[in-house]
């Protein structure tokens, strides 16, 4: 079964750090391109940042541009997000997703930014 | 403000065809695929449309979607309760660096 799994979503100090995991599984990860999405509480979708498969292309939302970093582990079969300066508009269910047509989407993990 | 323009909410009773509409610009509808994507509460989104008019596997024909210039549509036919969702459009815009944008979302009622 095709599946992805957040982890490391928790609550956080203003100008925090925190370090986002998604696994996957059931699928080749090494070939596959992802994304961060991330929702707050009663809004709509917000796209965060994008992976490519080798790593090659990146791509950021100007809200997170300079403070979040994507990466990938095509070994670990695994996606990340270091967040740091996290501020109160940061909080939010972050969603991974897979391919650019985000066919696959995790459940996602609650990061909660506040003092 | 989204980069990208949905109806806040739509409805519609069983049985009914809905339209909810994404409305955008050249640099990301006119120049790019359109997805939509269901999200139920307090689940995670689930792709409907790829590629402006494609249904992955599993999802009934009664979904599709079309594009046409800067705008692009979700049509819902032999609406069912369980239709009843929040309803996301999203495509990549290429202007500045580039980023994906999603729509504000429409919530849909089935009365």
């Known amino acids: 079964e095709v599946q992805l799994v957040e982890s490391g979503g928790g609550l956080v100090q203003p100008g925090g750090s925190l370090r986002l995991s998604c696994a996957s599984s059931?699928?080749?990860?090494?070939?596959?391109?992802m994304n961060w999405v991330r929702q707050a509480p009663g809004k709509g979708l917000e796209w965060v940042s994008y992976?490519?498969?080798?790593?090659?292309?990146?791509y950021y939302a100007d809200s997170v541009k300079g403070r979040f970093t994507i990466s990938r582990d095509n070994a670990k079969n695994s996606l990340y997000l270091q967040m740091d300066g996290l501020r109160a508009d940061d909080t939010a269910v972050y969603f991974c997703?897979?391919?650019?047509?985000?066919?696959?989407w995790g459940q996602g993990t609650t990061v909660t930014v506040s003092s | 403000q989204s980069v990208l323009t949905q109806p806040p909410s739509a409805s519609g009773t069983p049985g009914q065809r809905v339209t909810i509409s994404c409305s955008g610009s050249?640099?990301?509808?006119?120049?790019?695929?359109v997805y939509w994507y269901q999200q139920l509460p307090g689940t995670a989104p689930k792709l409907l449309i790829y590629?402006?008019?494609l249904r992955p596997s599993g999802v009934p024909d009664r979904f599709s979607g079309s594009k046409s210039g800067t705008s692009a549509s979700l049509a819902i036919s032999g609406l069912r309760s369980e239709d009843e969702s929040d309803y996301y459009c999203?495509?990549?815009?290429?202007?500045?660096?580039?980023?994906?944008?999603f729509g504000g979302g429409t919530k849909l009622t089935v009365l």
């Open positions: 997703a897979r391919l650019v047509a985000m066919d696959v």
């Open positions: 059931g699928f080749n990860f090494n070939n596959y391109s």
């Open positions: 992976i490519t498969s080798s790593s090659s292309s990146i």
């Open positions: 050249s640099s990301n509808i006119g120049s790019s695929y």
């Open positions: 590629m402006n008019n």
């Open positions: 999203g495509t990549w815009d290429s202007s500045q660096s580039g980023s994906w944008v």
